[in-house]
C-alpha cells in the first residue's frame, strides 16, 4: 500500500512541475516582443505568379482603362424612354406593360419605380382603362420579381412594394 502511494505522490509531484513549467515558459512568450511564428522573412509564392498578376510597364500604368458599355441595357433603356414619351401622350394598357417590363429588364429599382409611378399615376387620373386595381398590383408585382435580389431589397423596391400594398388595399 505504501508503494501505490509513494507512486502516487511522484506522479503528482510531477505534474506539478510540469504545470509550473509550461506555466513559466508561456509567460516568457507573452512578455517578448518578437513574433513567434515569423523568423523566416525569405518566404517564396508556392505558385509563379501569372499574367494578370504582373505589374504592367509604366506605359500601361499611365493608360486609363475604360469602362465597358452595357449596349445591350443602353438600348433598353434608350426604348424604355421613346415609350415613356409617346406613352405620356396616349396611355394605354398595352404599352404599360411593355413599359413595366422594359423597366424592369433595366435591373434598376429606381428606374422601375419611376416606371411604376407614372403607370399608376395615370390610372388613379382614370387614363388608363379596362384596369382594376389589384390587377394592377398583381402587374407591378410581377414585373418587379424580374429585378435582380439586391434591387428588390433596396429602399426603392420597399418603396415599390409600399404602393402595391396600397393598390391592393383599395380594391
Known sequence: MLFIYTILVVLLLVTVVAVFAKRRIDRDLIESNQPKNLMDTHLRPLFEAGEEEVRPDDEDRNSIVAEPV?????????????LRHTWGENP?????????????????????????????REWRAGRINGLSSSDLAELIESHLWLLPVEEKISGTGFVIKQEISKLRSES
Do not use: N, Q
Open 70 to 82: 452595357d449596349d445591350a441595357r443602353e438600348k433598353s433603356l434608350a426604348k424604355l424612354e421613346e
Open 92 to 120: 394605354t394598357k398595352r404599352d404599360a406593360v411593355t413599359m413595366l417590363g422594359l423597366a424592369a429588364e433595366t435591373g434598376s429599382a429606381s428606374t422601375y419605380s419611376s416606371v411604376a409611378g407614372d403607370v399608376i
